[in-house]
């Protein structure tokens, strides 16, 4: 675990995981020591999250980018389904 943990594989924009701090508190808490649970309420109280600075390099990587895009595109969609379904019909 401490040395995916190096490599990034719990990192909030590193990992290939979608809920990387999330897993990593599941296997701290299979691990079930007295260090691993209180390692994962650190997770939990967010002390091992990425820093703005983290943050700004990957919404400005091609990741990051194309993940923004994807979004808004899928709420761009949404909304156009929602704005279909609520049009009145006509008789």
Known sequence: ?????????????????????????DELMSAGTSAALALCERVKQGDYDASEEEEEAWAASPEGVAAMQAFAGAIHSKESLTRLRLRPTRA
């Open 1 to 25: 675990m401490a040395a995916r943990a190096a490599e990034g594989y719990y990192h909030d924009y590193l990992s290939p995981l979608a809920m990387p701090e999330k897993m990593l508190c």
